[in-house]
């Protein structure tokens, strides 16, 4: 069988791009989840155009073999991991730009290209893509899309899926689906562009997208707000954005957060705060947004706010928001990073209830949150090799979600849900929406070949 | 039959909301679209809650009845149109605005709520919902979102599609299905919310949905510019876009356009113009962008640049624009009104295609534009009584869509499929794409009974 495969996959690609090697092969096995099963592949294939995925899937479906399309697998939810026997079908070479125009402020990509490469291309242009994942150095466009990643962005700029305008796409049994437009509008039949964004690979492999883009603003002049409590700081969240004015960001790490960044980068943020906010405008006029949200965080109790100076003084307090993640994953031999969106006015009720959890399970709970976006990164910290520790982790992860749920949220707001997330997915949707969304997967997918196991 | 189906409807609704009169029925048998066939309803109803809705379509699906859904019809391609036999099934009295929330700015409305009426609340709390259709003041949201509706206000703040968060729909079955979400982010499963966005009531009947809004932006200011060629108004219009620049409206009258606005309304426009351009910005500093934009008109070839001095004359300005299609309208006793859209760099040679159309059918079309958007609305004008010039009409209808889709367009910038334009959504999308497309609507619609012949 596995002889057979190779063969297949060889009559259509060229050599380089069908990687046997099980060393190789085990090396992209897995994302960046944590506590997610991979699978052992059978092969790796890179191939470099849509006619050589297109003999991918087409030897797949003959052969009934699975396929796992994969970007730089910096995903966070296992759905870029290995099933047994599967083709690990890596887009990472497919990596041209192949058109910026700037009259209709759209790229045309291929997948493997990098959120940081395509960035810096439209930058010639005086346009941007604005959708800025924490991994937008070596995530890919595919990947982005794949996950419908989000970011510091989103506040004002949005997701992912407000920037995909048309996709072409092979299909499981290798025929090519071209969706959407590359014109400003286009309502032509039902929207299988949007579909495709953060269905994680379970329906069709991406192999060119036309993204839109954005005039690069103006450099963003960032205000840092302490709060004695969660709930001043929510209330703050709250009344910026009810006040008219959107920030380019609206960032929050809790007191965990914070002292795991001082630890790690020495950078003396204030540790007697509970929560950190960070404000920023990109607007003609910045300073003055941040003056006004500098009265609105002290109306809300802020005992300190300090805007900065210049986009230098800016650019240091967003990279200790950046810190977050890699601090916190310093503090214990293994995380789980959870990411629950909640209405904006519930953000201080989720953080408590972070709190809580944290207590009753006996665990380090650090919260980094898009807190413009409601979008929380509850971050477990806990003893990988201590069965009881561990036990104790998953469950406090899951009760979490739960709690989301529970505000009115949903368990993920820009990470998806992959393996980690599966059995949560049935319980936001219920049995009605789950029903629909495997009838969906069957029309794209109808022997189940694509990403199986993965998000439904 | 007919009287089984009156029984089982009276069964579940209020006697009011089930109305039989055949002349009444006949009035909501068609939308606004010229031109697409209507048939004979069997029953019209106008529930009032979601319990009720799901009894006509469970109703429905008993007795294999199809149901067409509709807002206020002022759809321009016959999607509300009557099928025979059908259930008319009128949203109009689902017309509540259950919540508009101003921190996490988003409305929770039933679908018969008026675009206007939204708007109108919106604005106490400082918010808008952008999305203006022409027939804003009569359109319905669930009839927005059943077409994917569009406006003036795209290019800068874009369509239905980007402001619907989430729906609760009734399926073909009755059962009630809850999608999309009401945070900022969501990434749980299948995008299906924007699968219902621009599916004209194929799939499901939007009982709920879930709005975002942005704050209101500031008054904007019109400036009107006179272009001797549609070259030169299709190069301005890329400059503007290139530039980085983004107005709040950039729309485009012809000739035509202009002669006719000029009878109903005896505004004096220059009718020497080939294209008039209107540019609007609702920026902090609407002068100074107004000022670079008139620097590119005339370096692009405008003979004449005249900002308005102040909101009021704005508002002249724009309502010339709207009197567009009511003044073409008035210039024959029949109309085709197209929506072809194209990218922005290729205006110019749509609207010179447009004039070769018109001269080689020797009918008058006029030609209005969201130009910023590269979406264009040709409207051909004849006389509906004469046999052979209606030929000559329906010819040149579709040789535009055929021209919007040699230059990279699409068949439907914003009015939707409907009757009008099923044949020419297959030319757009291909085998591939219908088949899959037509899986998708089996999923939702397994018997077919909802609003059956429209779209595919």
Known sequence: MREELMDELAAGLPPEAVIADPDVVAGYARDMAGFSAAG?????????????????????????????????????????????????????????????????RIAVVEPG??????????????????????SWESCTIGGNIGTGAGGLCCVKYGVTAEYVLGLEVVLADGRLLTTGRRTAKGVAGYDL????VGSEGTLGVVVKAVLALRPTPAPQLVLAAQFPSTGAAGAAVGAVMASGRTPSLLELMDRTTVRAVNELTRMGLPESTEALLLAAFDTPDPAADLAAVAELCRAAGATEVVPADDPAESEMLLQARRMSLPALERLASA??????????????????????????????????????????????????????????ARESFDEIMALGLSLGGTITGEHGVGLLKREWLARELGSTGLEIQRGVKAVFDPLGLLNPGKVL
Do not use: W
């Not at 976006?373 to 003893?383: K, L």
């Open 335 to 392: 995380t789980l990073i959870d990411d629950v969106c909640v209405p904006r006015a519930r953000l201080a009720d989720m953080l408590d209830g972070v709190a809580a959890v944290a207590a009753k399970y006996d665990l380090t709970i650090g919260v980094c949150a898009h807190a413009g976006d409601g979008n929380t990164h509850p971050i477990v910290c806990f003893d990988g090799q201590d069965e009881e520790q561990t036990r104790r």
């Open 193 to 196: 562009t949007r579909l495709f």
């Open 113 to 134: 290209v990098v959120n940081a490469a395509l960035s810096k291309a439209a930058a010639e242009y005086g346009l941007s893509y604005p959708p800025d994942p924490s």
């Open 40 to 104: 052992t592949a059978a092969v790796l294939v890179r191939p470099r155009t849509t006619e050589q995925v297109q003999h991918v899937m087409r030897t797949a479906t003959a052969l009934r073999v699975p396929v796992v399309p994969q970007g730089a697998r910096t995903g966070l939810s296992g759905g870029a991991n290995a099933v047994d026997g599967c083709i690990l079908l890596s887009l990472t070479a497919m990596d041209r730009i192949l058109e910026i125009d700037p009259v209709d």
